[in-house]
């Protein structure tokens, strides 16, 4: 039973509440074992497990930082999300992103020392992309009024860090043309989930989603432009067939919306199932 009065059964109750479990461990540790098997011939358990925890720790870091920025919004629009709700107090909230940052910033120190010269350099690259990410890169009020562009450089991490997960296991293969294109088509996927999941009319305009910033129009043809860059991406890889049908589906519930609104749930829905298989890409070639 969920006691508020015990931290840990706060904590535990945050982390089942805002990362549904079944998508979200599937598309972590697809994104994991396709990074450790672009190479089918050295496959290292270990480097797997090593990509998993930190895909996972980056993936709390920032729903958690995440939901701390968005408090005043969230009380407002969403109340029943767990910081607005109470479950978990800002205080606290900021306390936990100070040390997880710390704890970060120690672990990339500690895989710099006993890493390889090629990811001793993807570590320096997401390193300085992650901070700038955490600085909102030194022009927040600008990227406030610019939330695609914001979107944009945020999900422009998945290069460095694609390249950085590929690198712990393979090294000698972290700038390949597998690798490029598996970065790309996730940086396609990724962010064309995170328009889907914000397509919700009634949502509470102090939200600000894309749709109410930009409007619909807007919003899909951006989505279609994403979707080609999966594409793309999907066909540097080698499995242009059955990631492209994933895209069609996408594209036709997107399409849909045109004549009812009432299907943002569908294409989120649609768009996630996408994304889970494009991150377990490498069980496809």
């Not at 840990?8 to 994104?31: A, M, N, Q």
């Not at 600085?135 to 990227?143: D, G, P």
């Not at 996630?272 to 991150?279: E, T």
């Amino acid at each position: 039973m969920f006691d508020k009065n015990k931290s840990v059964d706060r904590w535990c109750h945050y982390l089942g509440e805002r990362f549904p479990p079944l998508s979200f461990f599937l598309t972590i540790i697809g994104y994991a074992f396709t990074a450790g098997a672009l190479d089918k011939q050295s496959f290292e358990p270990v480097s797997f497990i090593l990509c998993c925890l930190l895909l996972f720790y980056l993936a709390f870091l920032f729903r958690l930082d995440n939901d701390d920025k968005d408090f005043d919004k969230d009380c407002i629009a969403f109340p029943d999300r767990p910081l607005p709700r109470g479950d978990l107090r800002r205080q606290e909230v900021k306390k936990a992103l100070r040390y997880l940052k710390y704890i970060l910033v120690a672990y990339f120190v500690g895989m710099f020392i006993f890493s390889p010269q090629v990811t001793r350099l993807l570590l320096f690259f997401t390193g300085g992309y992650l901070w700038l990410i955490f600085h909102n890169f030194y022009i927040e009020k600008w990227l406030s009024r610019h939330p695609l562009i914001k979107g944009m450089l945020h999900h422009g991490l998945f290069f460095p860090l694609t390249l950085l997960v590929i690198s712990i296991g393979q090294p000698e293969i972290a700038f390949s043309l597998h690798a490029w294109s598996y970065a790309t088509l996730l940086f396609g996927a990724f962010f064309t989930f995170e328009i889907c999941r914000k397509l919700n009319p009634y949502t509470h305009p102090i939200t600000l989603h894309y749709i109410h910033y930009y409007g619909f129009t807007v919003i899909y043809g951006v989505a279609v432009v994403l979707l080609g860059i999966s594409a793309v991406g999907a066909w540097g890889f080698g499995v242009p067939f059955i990631l492209w049908l994933c895209e069609g589906g996408v594209l036709f519930f997107l399409t849909i919306l045109f004549l009812n609104p009432k299907f943002f749930r569908t294409v989120q829905i649609v768009a996630g199932v996408s994304l889970i298989i494009h991150a377990w890409a490498g069980l496809w070639v």
